[in-house]
């Protein structure tokens, strides 16, 4: 792929945070990129943003060709041809959904939402719960539900596959599947406990509960998604279950360990609503965490696969790959209680990746044990900025991405879409969160933050003309959140913009100003450019007063002669 400086035209936006932007890393940091100036960042972030996104098409393109022809469903893998709600529904189809959004609108707002029509349609069995369809049969491949494998299934598809779009997108037609299957799994939650009723005795469906109705009950508003989080809180903190006190095997890999951050963010919930049950969970929930630093890590701070927290001892000392899904926890608690010990062990095992772990087969040869590894770092360095780390997922993100074959798959089984979700994240962190539409392959946008400033980079092989959209908090937007902690398959968030705040919008090629507001920007910044031509502007809140723009004038000017169009009002 030829570098974004050699293609046709660049254009560069500029824009002032003013504190808009809820973390400080949005740019990788390298010593080679700290000899680069801000452009030459911001074009090389566009390269890797750009092949990222092209990645993604690829992957879709490629599974799509084996879609069943009588349901357009997606196989499990290339050898068994069925659908099944934990495998293809929750982890590879909702990332050709996401990929789709970012790239083909219509893509997504066609087939994409047919594939949901459908897979609604025949294969929810108990309710709205979704059973494995057999695409040989055409029809399920059981010939009797089994509630156990159903309940596994949902909770797999609602927490791994329908909530990260519900994050992401905002109210839709997935968000409105997460909530039909959520509330069915409830009301045939058939484990009877001193609590009430809950829909499985799996740690790892627990797990997914507690971090998927801590989330839905802010989103939603509605109290008894947070009461269903009790029951199993309850279960697990005051109940005989507690992680580390009453258990002698605990998995710290897939998918057990979802259960430690499954807690801690119900904790986090609660300290917000219910501040008096958190102060119930206090305790327990630090004696958890502090047991599993004790017996759980090794000498760089990963954990384990699996340790024996009543004996303080090791039964697997292979290195988990979710190292980051635990870790989500304990900042989430250090962002409620301010215990540092938690931030500071974050902190530590983020500055040993790059040392210790650069070509680590997480999981094997498979992209799937890189994908969980990456996510987690991206999500921790959102929050914590250690240069080392930034370097290492640089690193590591051409290690997955060199294990997908020419057709698009990567190893042609349904993880293939966590190759997809954490390459989107990485291309977000590469553009700021900052979007194009339409997409196209020779678009590219990249973007590097500097102090309250973010640099955007744009160009484009062939005259373009479509419109830039900024990122907004859509931790409270879309989910109503009151802080955004750390969540698994979430999509951090790099650079937003308040909707009813205004912004000042400097041409670098031209004095004045324009005004926007923040909705505007969200909805989108027209662009219509021509080959050849360079393009910046300073954004900044209204109430931020000027800024020094004379330097970053000099690096546009050496990238190419100032165009003469002008933008056109979102």
Not at 10 to 22: A, F
Not at 135 to 141: A, D, L, S, V, Y
Not at 351 to 375: F, K, M, S, T
């Amino acid at each position: 792929m030829k570098r974004l400086h050699r293609v046709g035209f660049i254009l560069t936006v500029v824009l002032l945070s003013g504190g808009l932007c809820t973390s400080i890393a949005a740019n990788s940091a390298s010593a080679q990129a700290q000899s680069q100036t801000t452009l030459a960042q911001a074009v090389e972030h566009a390269r890797l943003a750009s092949e990222g996104f092209s990645r993604c098409r690829r992957y879709v393109d490629g599974w799509l060709k084996y879609a069943d022809p009588a349901t357009g469903l997606i196989p499990r893998n290339l050898r068994e041809r069925y659908w099944n709600a934990k495998d293809s529904a929750a982890d590879n189809y909702p990332f050709m959904v996401l990929t789709a959004a970012l790239t083909d609108r219509d893509l997504y707002e066609g087939r994409m939402l047919d594939m949901l029509r459908t897979e609604t349609r025949l294969t929810s069995r108990i309710d709205s719960l979704p059973d494995t369809w057999s695409f040989q049969m055409q029809g399920f491949q059981l010939a009797e539900p089994a509630l156990d494998r159903i309940m596994f299934g949902s909770s797999e598809y609602v927490k791994d596959g329908l909530l990260p779009l519900a994050e992401y997108l905002g109210p839709s037609p997935w968000r409105d599947r997460m909530l039909a299957i959520l509330d069915d799994m409830w009301k045939h939650a058939p484990i009877d406990t001193p609590f009430g009723r809950i829909v499985a005795a799996d740690v790892e469906v627990n797990g997914e509960m507690l971090q998927t109705l801590s989330r839905v009950y802010w989103m939603t508003g509605d109290q008894k998604y947070l009461d269903w989080a009790i029951r199993l809180g309850d279960y697990y903190l005051l109940g005989g279950h507690h992680p580390t006190r009453n258990r002698s095997r605990l998995k710290l890999r897939d998918h057990e360990c979802e259960i430690v951050s499954g807690l801690c963010e119900l904790y986090a919930a609660l300290h917000f609503a219910r501040p008096e049950k958190a102060k119930a969970y206090q305790k327990p929930i630090h004696e958890m965490l502090d047991r599993i630093l004790e017996v759980g890590r090794n000498e760089h701070g990963l954990f384990y696969n699996v340790i024996n927290p009543q004996a303080g001892s090791v039964v697997d000392r292979r290195i988990a790959d979710t190292w980051g899904y635990t870790y989500n926890g304990y900042y989430t608690v250090f962002l409620v209680d301010g215990t540092e010990t938690y931030r500071a062990v974050v902190r530590g095992v983020l500055r040993a990746l790059y040392d210790h772990y650069r070509n680590h087969e997480w999981q094997g040869d498979n992209a799937d044990g890189y994908a969980d590894a990456i996510e987690g770092a991206l999500n921790l360095y959102n929050r914590e900025p250690v240069e080392s780390a930034a370097m290492w997922i640089d690193s590591e993100i051409r290690v997955m991405w060199a294990k997908q074959k020419r057709d698009g798959l990567i190893d042609a089984w349904h993880c293939d879409g966590n190759f997809a979700r954490t390459t989107i994240m990485y291309c977000l962190w590469k553009t700021a969160g900052v979007t194009i539409r339409p997409w196209r392959a020779d678009v590219q946008l990249g973007a590097v933050r500097r102090g309250g400033s973010v640099v955007l980079v744009l160009s484009a092989g062939s005259p373009w003309e479509g419109s830039l959209r900024f990122d907004t908090p859509r931790h409270r937007t879309h989910m109503g959140l009151p802080l955004d902690w750390p969540r698994i398959n979430q999509f951090p968030e790099w650079f937003v913009v308040e909707a009813d705040e205004e912004y000042a919008v400097y041409d670098l090629h031209a004095e004045g100003k324009a005004s926007y507001s923040g909705r505007q920007l969200a909805e989108g910044l027209a662009i219509a450019l021509g080959a050849g031509e360079v393009r910046g502007w300073v954004v900044q809140k209204s109430s931020a007063g000027e800024t020094d723009l004379n330097q970053l004038r000099v690096e546009l000017e050496s990238l190419s002669p100032p165009p003469a169009a002008r933008p056109k009002a979102p």
